[in-house]
């Protein structure tokens, strides 16, 4: 065998009349190799052809391009849209806990049944915000009142009005007993106003806190009104800054008298308001 791929072979071509035209000499490991070059120049081709082009498309089990495509868009699509679900989640989540106490998201079986259970004695320092959640919330405020600040040229600078010009606060803002909000004592059916443009997001009666209203402000900004007596916007109604907008109350089973219950929320963080509003003085102390 290595005999005969050494040797020498001729081959000639021949006219008619036995002369001869053309001839040809080669060595067969040299017809080999040159079959063996060719036959990859064509694998290789054909696998560019295939990678490169639209042919592959015609390959059982390869997706096509347009398919690819498409995939890859809907899951930059997808995650995206779950962010977009997290973030919506998570105010939500804030929002129902302020309005009703506790979040629709918790599993119905994982709460629990207050009638059959002993009243907990829970002593006030459980109920203290942490401390990561205490320099969260001044941070967060801080930088808002820096930038309102900076606004005004350096003077104390206050985004929005106040929902009421007469009465007194008889309640600050306190977290650490959940209490998101001041309250302002009012003559009963006293009448309460926008403190900025925006939008009725709800408006509803709940047993803790009777009629509530909440309005949906630019930049993220939140407001929430308590134990009203009565609301005048409907849910999607556009409000503008200082129309009336309901009558204090004292509607609810936490209210203990004619109050206006007033929160501030930033992105699902509250505030407390009277960083925010300018209250005439009798409205900050009561009068004496």
Not at 50 to 56: D, E, K, M, N, V
Not at 178 to 198: E, S, V
Request: glycine share 6%; with cysteine.
């Amino acid at each position: 065998m290595r005999r005969r791929l050494g040797s020498l072979y001729h081959v000639a071509v021949y006219r008619e009349d036995f002369e001869p035209r053309r001839s040809y000499s080669f060595h067969p490991w040299k017809l080999l190799v040159v079959m063996l070059f060719v036959a990859g120049l064509i694998v290789l081709g054909t696998a560019a052809l295939i990678a490169y082009t639209s042919l592959r498309e015609y390959i059982p089990g390869y997706p096509a391009i347009e398919t690819r495509r498409r995939v890859l868009e809907l899951m930059r699509t997808t995650d995206s849209l779950q962010d977009v679900i997290n973030k919506q989640v998570a105010y939500l989540d804030a929002m129902q806990r302020s309005l009703f106490d506790h979040s629709p998201f918790e599993e119905e079986d994982a709460r629990e049944d207050t009638d059959s259970f002993a009243p907990m004695d829970v002593k006030p320092e459980a109920l203290a915000p942490t401390e990561v959640e205490v320099e969260f919330r001044q941070s967060y405020e801080s930088s808002f009142l820096q930038s309102f600040r900076a606004k005004s040229g350096g003077e104390r600078y206050f985004p929005f009005l106040p929902p009421v010009m007469k009465g007194y606060k008889s309640s600050d803002f306190d977290p650490a007993i959940r209490h998101f909000a001041i309250d302002i004592a009012t003559p009963d059916r006293a009448l309460f106003r926008a403190i900025a443009p925006g939008r009725v997001v709800f408006r509803g009666l709940t047993p803790a806190f009777g009629h509530v209203v909440v309005i949906q402000h630019q930049g993220g900004f939140v407001s929430i009104f308590k134990h009203c007596a009565a609301v005048f916007p409907k849910v999607g109604n556009f409000v503008h800054a200082g129309m009336p907008i309901g009558r204090v109350g004292s509607t609810g089973e936490l209210s203990t008298g004619p109050h206006l219950h007033f929160e501030l929320w930033l992105n699902g963080v509250p505030l407390d308001p009277s960083h925010f509003i300018k209250l005439s003085p009798d409205v900050w102390e009561k009068e004496r």
